[in-house]
């Protein structure tokens, strides 16, 4: 489990993954992964590099990146590995991509996926080429912005996940963003004027945690490693196994006592 590497994958060769036996080894990334993103040859030759590294790469997808199911030459195949569909291109058969929403088993627990998110610079990305506003021919034009029109989900898919949800018990909630009631507004950067960005997947997400029962929460996005509230985990580069994570909030809830270097959310107790 790791997440936003944003096509830095250093960490693979740094001595991290010691010990791990490419062959019997799959990593979580949970967005903005760095594969989907210039939609060029640099995408390929980073994919390339990782698939040859023989770790199986599951993805969900970021704001920072295409929709695999737009990438030329992607398929859409059910994995017996996670017990559900994936994206993948034949090429690049160790890197997969989680779908935006579904419920996956992966090494023995019930998890629950949700991609997408809303990107605070878009209209910085877009300023940057001139665009302003939704009529220029070139709003949708990711490959020279960088900015993905469809980067949070729909009101059609957020409803069709609520449905697939509702009721449902899962050991791990695995998403690119979080609720908006848990999101790291400490963090938030003084610059973005926080009445422009769209709440929307945020708001939505908030619902839809007291939906289903879940144990374990975990996003990116916001680029830190910390424990939010009890059971709900940002993660940025910190590397670890879903056994360690499972295990870890199993002590909490029987000793009250957190492991001592993880460091706390200011609204960790609230």
Same mark, same amino acid.
């Given at each position: 489990? @790791?997440?936003?590497?944003?096509g830095n994958?250093n960490?693979?060769c740094?001595?991290c993954?010691d010990?791990?036996?490419?062959k019997?080894?799959a ?7 760095g594969f989907?993103?210039y939609?060029?040859k640099? $995408?390929?030759r980073?994919?390339?590099e ?6 199986t790469?599951?993805? @969900? ?5 295409a929709?695999?199911q737009?990438?030329l030459?992607?398929?859409?195949v =059910?994995?017996?590995?996670v017990?559900g569909?994936v994206y993948?291109?034949?090429?690049y058969?160790?890197?997969?991509y989680f779908?935006d929403?579904?419920?996956y088993?992966? $090494?023995g627990?019930t998890?629950?996926?949700i991609g997408g ?5 878009k &209209?910085?990305r877009?300023?940057c080429f001139?665009?302003e506003d ?5 709003y949708?034009?990711?490959?020279k912005?960088? &900015?993905?029109y469809?980067?949070q989900?729909?009101?059609?898919e957020?409803e $069709? ?11 791990f909630?695995?998403s ?8 790291p507004?400490?963090m938030?950067?003084?610059?973005v004027d926080?009445s422009? @960005?769209d709440?929307s997947m945020e708001?939505?997400?908030d619902?839809?945690?007291?939906q289903?029962? &879940?144990n374990?929460w975990l996003?990116?996005h916001?680029?830190? $490693?910390?424990?939010e509230r009890p ?7 910190d590397i ?5 994570i499972?295990?870890r909030w199993?002590?909490?809830d ?6 001592w &270097?993880?460091i706390?959310?200011?609204? =960790?107790?609230n």
């Amino acid at each position: 489990m @790791v997440s936003d590497t944003h096509g830095n994958f250093n960490w693979m060769c740094n001595g991290c993954l010691d010990g791990y036996d490419p062959k019997d080894t799959a990593i979580i990334i949970l967005g903005d992964v760095g594969f989907n993103f210039y939609l060029n040859k640099t $995408d390929e030759r980073k994919k390339k590099e990782v698939n040859e590294r023989g770790y199986t790469i599951y993805c @969900v997808r970021g704001n920072h990146e295409a929709r695999p199911q737009d990438i030329l030459g992607m398929l859409e195949v =059910f994995d017996p590995e996670v017990n559900g569909y994936v994206y993948l291109q034949s090429e690049y058969p160790h890197i997969r991509y989680f779908k935006d929403y579904g419920i996956y088993n992966i $090494d023995g627990y019930t998890v629950g996926v949700i991609g997408g998110a809303y990107s605070v610079d878009k &209209w910085y990305r877009l300023g940057c080429f001139g665009i302003e506003d939704k009529l220029d021919p070139d709003y949708t034009n990711a490959k020279k912005t960088g &900015w993905f029109y469809n980067e949070q989900l729909s009101s059609k898919e957020m409803e $069709d996940a609520s449905r697939l949800f509702s009721g449902k018990k899962l050991d791990f909630i695995m998403s690119h963003t979080c609720p908006y009631s848990w999101r790291p507004v400490d963090m938030f950067l003084p610059l973005v004027d926080q009445s422009t @960005v769209d709440n929307s997947m945020e708001l939505w997400l908030d619902e839809l945690k007291d939906q289903c029962e &879940w144990n374990i929460w975990l996003f990116g996005h916001y680029h830190a $490693d910390r424990a939010e509230r009890p059971h709900v985990e940002m993660y940025y580069h910190d590397i670890e196994e879903l056994e360690v994570i499972y295990d870890r909030w199993r002590r909490y809830d029987a000793t009250g006592k957190l492991d001592w &270097w993880i460091i706390k959310s200011p609204n =960790f107790d609230n």
